[in-house]
């Protein structure tokens, strides 16, 4: 079975500082979506990302930039210049394509402090 | 609007009881998923769906039972045998990529809180 791993459970950063979640992942298949969600205090996942096994090509987005790595099964999250509504749990998610099976991280907890 | 609705936000059981989850969806999607959320803990699977009448296990499925018996809708039932049921459920939907869908991403409904009391 797929698996997620966010080592990071808490960062903690100064607004306009750089910072970076890491998102490891585990799988057999050679088809598969990794997707980054935010989730605020309210609850509800929002979307970020979505990156293609076979794509991997970086992206940036604004403040917002994803490294992918199939070479190190990474996908990691970066935010330039945080800000303090960047505060909120951040989740990586692994989806294979054969059987629509789609797993999250533990999720980090990212506190941007004014 | 098109979404993913869940009710009721707050839902309160007595211990012993059955209670269902509703979760519905208009965006036309095939997969529908049940994740569990203990606070300060991540998403866990409890059961996914890919088509109607169809539905698989995730990871802790024990003490849940769920249907799929339109393709709009997907209910939870939190039986009297799950020891631990107050948690947050959340729920998803997506396009299925084997049948043309290029946005894989999942959408999430807002999600009930269910307390035991």
């Known amino acids: 079975a797929q698996k997620v791993t966010q080592a990071q459970t808490e960062i903690s950063v100064v607004e306009k500082e750089d910072v970076t979640l890491d998102c490891v992942y585990e799988?057999?298949?050679?088809?598969?979506?990794l997707f980054w969600y935010k989730q605020p205090p309210s609850g509800e996942l929002v979307f970020l990302i979505r990156r293609n096994s076979f794509d991997e090509q970086n992206e940036i987005s604004g403040r917002y930039s994803w490294n992918f790595q199939k070479s190190t099964s990474s996908f990691n999250f970066t935010i330039t210049a945080s800000q303090v509504v960047d505060s909120a749990v951040y989740f990586c998610?692994?989806?294979?394509?054969?059987?629509?099976?789609?797993?999250f991280g533990a999720g980090t907890r990212l506190t941007v402090k004014p | 609007d098109g979404g993913i609705t869940q009710s009721p936000k707050y839902l309160f059981r007595k211990e012993g009881q059955n209670v269902t989850l509703s979760c519905e969806q208009n965006l036309n999607h095939d997969a529908m998923y049940w994740y569990r959320q203990d606070p300060g803990q991540g998403l866990r699977l409890i059961y996914y769906?890919?088509?109607?009448?169809?539905?698989q296990k995730g990871d802790i499925a024990e003490g849940y039972s769920v249907s799929r018996e339109k393709k709009e809708s997907f209910p939870l039932t939190v039986t009297s045998a799950q020891k631990n049921p107050t948690a947050f459920y959340l729920c998803a939907s997506s396009m299925d990529p084997r049948t043309g869908g290029l946005n894989t991403e999942a959408f999430f409904g807002q999600g009930t809180r269910l307390t035991v009391v």
């Open positions: 998610a692994l989806r294979l394509y054969n059987n629509n099976d789609m797993r």
């Open positions: 769906s890919q088509i109607v009448n169809d539905f």
């Open positions: 799988t057999r298949d050679t088809t598969y979506y």
